[in-house]
C-alpha cells in the first residue's frame, strides 16, 4: 500500500532520475535500466522498492502513451478509409445514374426512330399468327352473331387495335385516331358496297344488310392490327 502512494504522489521526472534513464526511454530501456538497479541496491529494500515504484510509474506511462498513439493512428485510418469509401461510393454511384440516364436516352432515342421512320410495320412470329386467327374469328363472329351484337363487335375490335398500337410503341392518342380513321372508312365503303347490292341485286343475300355494311370496317380494322406500328 506505502508503495502504491508513493508511485502515485512521484513525479515521472523523478522516477527517470530514479532509474538513471533520460525521458522518452523506450519500454526495453526502462525494464533494463529497472534490472540493473535492483542488482545495484543490494538488500536495501527501501530503495528497491523505490525502483520498483518508479519502474511501476514508467511503465503505466509508457502504457497510456502507445494505447493513445494507437488509438489516434487507428481514428486516423479509419477517417481516411471513410472517407476514401464515400468518395469511392459517390463515384460509383455518379457513374451509375450516368450510364441509367444514356441508356433511356438510347432507349427513347431508339424507340422515337422506330416510331418516325416506320409508320407500317408487319408483325412477325407468334404476334403475326395471334393477329390473323383472331382476325378470322371476329370475322366468322360477326357473320354468325344476330345484327343487334355487330355495333358492340365493331366497338371491341377498334378498342383491340388500340391496344395493339400502343403495345407496339405508339402513342394513345394518335392509336385511337387512326383506329376511328379506320372504322369510319371501313363505314363508307360499306355504305357503298350496300347501295350497290341495293341497286344492282334483286335476290335476297345470305345475310343481313347491316352485315354487309360492317364488314368492310372489319376487315380494315383487321388490316389495321396487322400494319400500323
Not at 476514401?84 to 454511384?93: A, E, H, K, P, V
Not at 455518379?94 to 410495320?121: C, Q
Not at 403475326?128 to 365493331?154: E, H, K, S, W, Y
Not at 366497338?155 to 407496339?168: C, E, G, N, P, Y
Request: include cysteine.
Amino acid at each position: 500500500m506505502t508503495n502504491t502512494n508513493f508511485g502515485n504522489q512521484q513525479d515521472p521526472k523523478d522516477a527517470f532520475s530514479q532509474l538513471g534513464i533520460q525521458p522518452g526511454s523506450t519500454y526495453e530501456e526502462i525494464k533494463k535500466a529497472r534490472d540493473i538497479r535492483l542488482k545495484e541496491a543490494g538488500d536495501d529494500l527501501i530503495l528497491k522498492a523505490k525502483i520498483e515504484s518508479s519502474y511501476d510509474l514508467l511503465l503505466m506511462d509508457s502504457l497510456k502513451a502507445r494505447r493513445l498513439g494507437k488509438v489516434s493512428n487507428e481514428a486516423i485510418n479509419a477517417s481516411q478509409k471513410e472517407n476514401n469509401s464515400f468518395g469511392n461510393n459517390l463515384t460509383n454511384l455518379k457513374g451509375s445514374l450516368l450510364t441509367k440516364i444514356n441508356t433511356f436516352t438510347n432507349y427513347d432515342s431508339v424507340n422515337s426512330d422506330k416510331t418516325e421512320n416506320s409508320f407500317l410495320n408487319l408483325p412477325e412470329g407468334q404476334g403475326l399468327t395471334i393477329r390473323l386467327c383472331l382476325g378470322l374469328f371476329i370475322i366468322v363472329l360477326l357473320l354468325v352473331a344476330p345484327d343487334q351484337n355487330i355495333q358492340i363487335i365493331l366497338s371491341l375490335s377498334t378498342f383491340a387495335l388500340v391496344i395493339s398500337q400502343v403495345k407496339r410503341g405508339k402513342k394513345i392518342l394518335p392509336s385511337l385516331g387512326w383506329s376511328v380513321v379506320f372504322l369510319s372508312c371501313g363505314y363508307i365503303l360499306g355504305g357503298l358496297v350496300v347501295t350497290n347490292l341495293a341497286i344492282n341485286s334483286q335476290n335476297i343475300m345470305p345475310i343481313s344488310i347491316d352485315k354487309i355494311e360492317a364488314l368492310p370496317a372489319l376487315i380494315l380494322l383487321w388490316i389495321g392490327s396487322l400494319v400500323l406500328n
